[in-house]
């Protein structure tokens, strides 16, 4: 059974370490307001941490008094450690974390070094190093690198709003980049990456052969724009065509010899579908009802169509409506994974376009209303 410690004997075991007890005793383990003897200061320690495990009874002006007499040191010992780690002290010693003038024995350049921090090794000098930059010298690496600083050297890491001297483009590359890096313009990164992934003419035209499709008019350059072409097997033509990114991804081709797609010379229609669970619209066409029947099968339900003498038509619409979705920054709302019979790069959030706003700009394209109306 544990020895029950009386007040007036644990008062007694305080003053002999140093403090008056201020009220009554609480207990060995909980705080007991004190006043040091020594300074004066108030302070809460616990009777066991005082008296059996030897702890400070005061935690003000005391404890502080004990740590920095701990931390201090001779001035001739702080100065042989500033020198042995390569620093010369100018002035008296102002206290190990108090900033020490000093000067670099290797390059001769001043600066406010801690022995508190030089002590443990943080005594490198950023001009030996090569990290001192002043806007001078920072901004002769920039011109060199073909930018021109617009305004004073912010630093090695920050954005340095500069002037592309090549092609008059506004930037904010970091000085530590360009000097690692040289030339930092992501307006010119982008030519000169589209200059190194264009197709030659004979390249392109080779795969649009490789589809069975000649091509009616030059390759334009650009492989989203559509690209105007005959089929070599049914002479059909293509107006405006495939796209050339379509082409070399494996879609695409000539939907009239397609054993399975959609034919433009065919009656069609234009649908929009949407899918509570994915919170998502999708659009598209299509010749035959089977196509919204798979849709259905997969959780989705038609809430808007739009039918057409020639699917062609149909066409062009899905093609402006996936420009303008796209365009505002909006990106396909499920993965192919998720859409088991394709088409997923024809969706959109509901939070990004709602069925009114999808329906509002085909009927604006189309200049008549759904035969199924969104609100059914």
């Given at each position: 059974?544990?020895?029950?410690?009386?007040?007036?004997?644990?008062?007694k075991a305080m003053l002999e370490r140093g403090t008056q007890p201020l009220d009554p005793f609480p207990g060995t383990q909980k705080p007991w307001r004190c006043r040091c003897l020594t300074c004066g200061d108030e302070s809460s320690p616990r009777y066991n941490d005082v008296v059996n495990k030897g702890t400070g009874s005061c935690n003000g002006t005391c404890r502080s008094r004990k740590i920095a007499a701990k931390l201090t040191r001779d001035a001739s010992a702080a100065a042989a450690?500033?020198?042995?780690?390569?620093?010369?002290?100018?002035?008296?010693?102002?206290?190990?974390?108090?900033?020490?003038?000093?000067?670099?024995?290797?390059?001769?350049?001043?600066?406010?070094?801690?022995?508190?921090?030089?002590?443990?090794?943080?005594?490198?000098?950023?001009?030996?190093?090569?990290?001192?930059?002043?806007?001078?010298?920072?901004?002769?690496?920039?011109?060199?690198?073909?930018?021109?600083?617009?305004?004073?050297?912010?630093?090695?890491?920050?954005?340095?709003?500069?002037?592309?001297?090549?092609?008059?483009?506004?930037?904010?590359?970091?000085?530590?980049?360009?000097?690692?890096?040289?030339?930092?313009?992501?307006?010119?990164?982008?030519?000169?990456?589209?200059?190194?992934?264009?197709?030659?003419?004979?390249?392109?035209?080779?795969?649009?052969?490789?589809?069975?499709?000649?091509?009616?008019?030059?390759?334009?350059?650009?492989?989203?724009?559509?690209?105007?072409?005959?089929?070599?097997?049914?002479?059909?033509?293509?107006?405006?065509?495939?796209?050339?990114?379509?082409?070399?991804?494996?879609?695409?081709?000539?939907?009239?010899?397609?054993?399975?797609?959609?034919?433009?010379?065919?009656?069609?229609?234009?649908?929009?579908?949407?899918?509570?669970?994915?919170?998502?619209?999708?659009?598209?066409?299509?010749?035959?009802?089977?196509?919204?029947?798979?849709?259905?099968?997969?959780?989705?339900?038609?809430?808007?169509?739009?039918?057409?003498?020639?699917?062609?038509?149909?066409?062009?619409?899905?093609?402006?409506?996936?420009?303008?979705?796209?365009?505002?920054?909006?990106?396909?709302?499920?993965?192919?994974?998720?859409?088991?019979?394709?088409?997923?790069?024809?969706?959109?959030?509901?939070?990004?376009?709602?069925?009114?706003?999808?329906?509002?700009?085909?009927?604006?394209?189309?200049?008549?209303?759904?035969?199924?109306?969104?609100?059914?």
């Amino acid at each position: 059974m544990a020895h029950k410690i009386l007040e007036e004997d644990a008062v007694k075991a305080m003053l002999e370490r140093g403090t008056q007890p201020l009220d009554p005793f609480p207990g060995t383990q909980k705080p007991w307001r004190c006043r040091c003897l020594t300074c004066g200061d108030e302070s809460s320690p616990r009777y066991n941490d005082v008296v059996n495990k030897g702890t400070g009874s005061c935690n003000g002006t005391c404890r502080s008094r004990k740590i920095a007499a701990k931390l201090t040191r001779d001035a001739s010992a702080a100065a042989a450690i500033m020198i042995s780690n390569g620093w010369e002290p100018i002035g008296d010693y102002p206290g190990a974390g108090k900033p020490w003038p000093s000067t670099c024995r290797e390059c001769g350049i001043i600066k406010r070094k801690r022995l508190s921090q030089v002590q443990v090794g943080a005594a490198g000098c950023t001009n030996c190093e090569g990290r001192d930059i002043d806007d001078e010298s920072a901004r002769k690496v920039m011109l060199d690198a073909g930018l021109e600083p617009l305004v004073e050297y912010p630093g090695g890491l920050r954005p340095w709003l500069s002037r592309c001297m090549t092609c008059g483009h506004m930037g904010s590359p970091c000085y530590s980049k360009v000097k690692m890096r040289g030339h930092q313009c992501y307006s010119c990164r982008s030519v000169n990456l589209s200059r190194a992934l264009r197709l030659t003419d004979e390249e392109a035209a080779a795969s649009m052969v490789e589809r069975s499709l000649e091509p009616l008019e030059p390759y334009s350059g650009g492989v989203e724009i559509p690209w105007r072409s005959r089929c070599i097997l049914c002479e059909t033509v293509l107006s405006p065509g495939p796209t050339l990114h379509n082409i070399r991804s494996g879609q695409g081709g000539c939907p009239t010899c397609a054993e399975r797609g959609i034919n433009p010379a065919k009656p069609g229609y234009f649908y929009i579908v949407e899918h509570d669970e994915y919170a998502a619209l999708k659009w598209g066409i299509a010749n035959v009802e089977k196509r919204i029947a798979q849709h259905v099968a997969q959780g989705w339900r038609l809430v808007a169509r739009w039918n057409f003498v020639l699917t062609e038509d149909a066409w062009e619409i899905e093609r402006q409506v996936k420009s303008w979705v796209r365009n505002q920054g909006f990106p396909p709302a499920v993965s192919a994974d998720q859409m088991k019979y394709r088409g997923h790069t024809e969706t959109v959030l509901i939070n990004d376009v709602s069925i009114k706003e999808l329906e509002g700009y085909i009927v604006s394209l189309a200049g008549r209303e759904s035969v199924v109306p969104a609100s059914e």
